[in-house]
Each structure stands twice: as C-alpha cells, then as structure tokens.
C-alpha cells in the first residue's frame, strides 16, 4: 500500500518548507519539492494542501492502567492509545513499574502483558525502579542490554510508595553513568511534604486546594537541586527531569545546563494552562480533578510563562502529558474529605498536540519548536530516532496532517479516554488533527478512526541521542 501526501507544509528538523511525502508500506519513501511528485502513482492521495505535514506525536510519559493511589489509572493500553492517536500522538511510552521487594523483570514482564495485542499505535516502556537495591540494579543492566528499556525513573516524593532516599538515588544514577541508561526523576522531597500534608490534615484543611499548599514550589526546586547535584557526583549521569512545573527548579535545570551537565527536562500541559487557583482551588471537591504532583502552581507567581520561556529556549526539551486519568465518580471521590486519598493524576494524552500548538497560534513558539518539543526531541531523548520524530526517507511514516485553520473544543462528551470529565472542559483552540498515520496506515481521517487494537507494537529503544 502506499501513500501520496501532497501540498502541505513539511515541518521537521530542517525547518518548514513545502513537500509532499511518498509512504510505502510501513516507512516514508521519498521526500518531494512542490510538482516533483506529477507522476508518481500511488493507492491513495491525502490533500494536505493549507496544512502542515508533522511527524507523529512521541508522548514519552504516559500511565496506563497504573495502580495507584487505592486504584488504576482509567485508561487501559487500547484506551489510551485509541485516545492518543485522535490526539495526532503515535507513540507513547509508558512506565513499567518495580516496587520494593519486587522483581524488575517480572515487573517488566507484567506490563508487556498489559500492553500487547492491545495498542492502537507503537509504545515502549521506561522502568520505575521503587525499589533500589542489589537485585534492580543489576536488572537495569539487564534491560538497557537486552530489553530496549534504556530509561529508569525514580522517585524523591511519594514516601512508602516509590520513594528512594539519596543513597538509593546515587547507587541508580552510578549504574546508569556505566551502562548509558538516562535517569528521569519525580523531583519533589516527599519527607518534608508529608510533614507538611500531616500538618494540614490535623488543622482541618482538607480539601484538594491544601495538595497545592502543602507542595510548595520550593520543595520541587530543592530536589531538582539535590537530583543534579547526584547526578553529577555519580559521574555526569544523564538525568531527565520529569513533569516540571515551577520556576525555581527551572532555574535550577538552566543553572545544571549551563555548566555544560547532562541534564535535560520536560514540562505538561496541564502546568502551562491550569493554575492552583482556578483548578485545583475550584470551589467544593471540583479541585480533586486537578489534583497531579508535583500540583498546580499559583497564578500569581510567574510559572507559566517561565515555562513557555523554557520552551523557548530548550531549558525545557520536551512536552509529555503524565497522562495518569481517574475519573471522578468513585477514583477521584476516595479523598474526600482528605486530599491525601486523592488519586494524582490528569489525563490529556489526547490534547498534547493541540494545547502546544496553541504556543505557535499565540506566537509564543515556532511551529518548529511545537515539533521539536513533541515529537522530535523526545524521539531523540529516548532512543528512537530517526525511525520516530521525523519524515525522512526511512523513518516509519508516522504522519500527522494538521489544519492550522480548524478549531477544537476539548470536553468529556467528545473525547476519547476513558476518563468521566476533561481537565480541559470548554477550552476551544485554534487548530485542529486533520489526518493521523501509523507506519503507513491511517488511524485518523475525515473525523472516523479506522485504527484497530494490535496494531501497535512494542519498540526496543537505544541510548539517548541527546547527550552532550
Ligand atoms: O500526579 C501524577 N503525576 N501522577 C502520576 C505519577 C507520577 O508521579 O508521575
Ligand atoms: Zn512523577
Ligand atoms: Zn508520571
């Protein structure tokens, strides 16, 4: 089968120009100047003309199914990856997770058994080590040589969950220095939240707002602090700073970067449009459903616009989602009266693509930059590019047609995931998915999904390619 794109704008590392795709098969076939394709015959032909021609969406933090917080993330791997890809997201990588005591392979084993035969576009997995000792630091040799798994995150907050103390973090990030392996951190110090949240909790104030309260953004900027000052003793280990969302551990990210440190991080949408006041603050129990960690910040601080800077300016290299959905009847509704029962997480791996380009229709970023921090970098960040992040001749013709002119309202009543409101109710925004591709089929077209649970398959990545 194959697969003409014509008169569309290409965006890609090479900047913006127009270009017109040939598919075949799985992977791109050629690249051609404006009329250089007249005669080239092909099964089908996508009109692409007024709109621009991406690669597909690589959402590298996502928590399928996740059990947590008394509960599972609502999504399951055929959900969630149905929802991605109306969303122009065709590949994600999820968290397999190990928690103390447990085996990192078995672990590793028990989301592969979640995932496959069940995806509706391409996934690889990053490892959750909860649990650091002998036996998982060996496993992280094991997985980076032989399981396509070249990514570990740990854990400075959620003590008696995922939590690892210092040394704990020093023994991983040393592991990961040998074997090439990239660390991505929670960066938030849990010991002194939980003090905090006690401490709340026996004044009375209970709801979802006192999350925020009780995770200042100080807390975040001290472990980043702490997570780079690890890294480097651990021998410039690579560390990636996961779901960043205040100001100061931005700073403490451009200060690591600017001493020339392996030190990367990405931020969410849900930190560039929602605030603790309006959100998490909502009157009554509504402020459960924005409850995430690190929280929302407060508006009157200037974290979002930092955030957007760091875009900018590649302090940030990368916008995920930490999609982690629970719905609100019945998940979100275990804390009330308690913030701490709260499950945390939001859900938005549908709406990456459209909440980003929103930086470019405002003039905040470069239609580039939207690819770059979408698509590209976390292709490149985590092992697989050029066959993801890009249209080049080769890669897997992962395409996304995207109408700069159209318009999308995000809500419940139209969105995919398995997920009983929206975070982003009402939000109308300029652009809109247009057509989506997975390695030469399309999932996304004239608004139907014509993708099926399967077609997915599990992607064994390299080493980071973004290391200095
Ligand atoms: O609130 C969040 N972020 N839930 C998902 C788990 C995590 O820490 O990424
Ligand atoms: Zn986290
Ligand atoms: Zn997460």
Known sequence: M???????????????????????????????????????????????????????GVDVHTHMELPFGGTNASDTFETGTVAAAWGGTTTIIDFAVQRTGEVVEEGLAAW?????????????????????????LKAMDSLVAHEGVTS?????????????????????????????????????????IDVLVAQALARGDVDPVFHGRTRPPALEAEATHRAVVLA????????????????????EVAAARGTGQNVFAETCPQYLYLSLEEHLGASGFEGAKYVCSPPLRS??????????????????????????????????????????????????????MDLVYQGVASGNLSVERWVETCSTTPARMFGLYPRKGVIAPGSDADI?????????????????????????????????????????????????????????????????????
């Not at 592969?112 to 000792?133: L, P, Q, R, S």
């Not at 995150?153 to 392996?181: C, E, H, T, W």
């Not at 480097?232 to 700073?251: M, W």
């Open 112 to 136: 592969h058994a979640k995932a496959d035969g069940n995806c509706a576009i391409d996934y690889g997995f990053h490892m959750i080590i909860g649990g650091v000792d002998e036996a998982a």
């Open 400 to 468: 996304v047609v995207y109408d700069p002119n159209g318009r999308t309202t995000l809500g419940a009543a139209t969105h995919h995931m398995n997920l009983d409101y929206s975070a982003y109710e009402g939000f109308e925004v300029a652009g809109k998915v247009d057509t989506v591709i997975s390695r030469g089929s399309v999932l996304v077209d004239g608004g139907g999904f014509h993708g099926r649970p399967g077609h997915g398959r599990f992607l064994r990545r390299g080493l980071s390619q973004y290391l200095r």
């Open 232 to 251: 480097q003793v651990a021998g410039d280990c690579p560390l990636y700073i996961v779901h960043l969302s205040a100001s100061g551990a931005l700073a």
């Open 152 to 192: 570990f995150k740990l854990f400075m907050a959620y003590p008696g969950v995922f939590y690892s103390d210092d040394g704990q973090i020093l023994q991983a990030m040393q592991r990961a220095a040998g074997n090439g392996a990239i660390i991505m951190m929670h960066a938030e110090n849990g010991m002194a």
């Open 299 to 352: 508006k009157a601080e200037p974290h979002a616009a930092d955030l957007w800077r760091g875009l900018r300016t590649d302090d940030l290299a990368v916008v995920s989602t930490d999609h982690c959905p629970f719905c609100f009847k019945d998940q979100k509704e275990l804390g009330r009266g308690d913030f701490s029962k709260i499950p945390n997480g939001i859900g938005g791996v549908e709406h990456r």
């Open 2 to 56: 194959s697969l003409l794109i014509t008169g569309g704008t290409l965006v890609g590392p090479l900047g913006a120009q127009p270009a017109d795709v040939l598919v075949d098969g799985e992977t791109v076939a050629a690249l051609y100047a404006p009329g250089g394709a007249a005669g080239v015959a092909a099964d089908r032909t996508v009109d692409a003309t007024g709109k621009y021609v991406v690669p597909g």
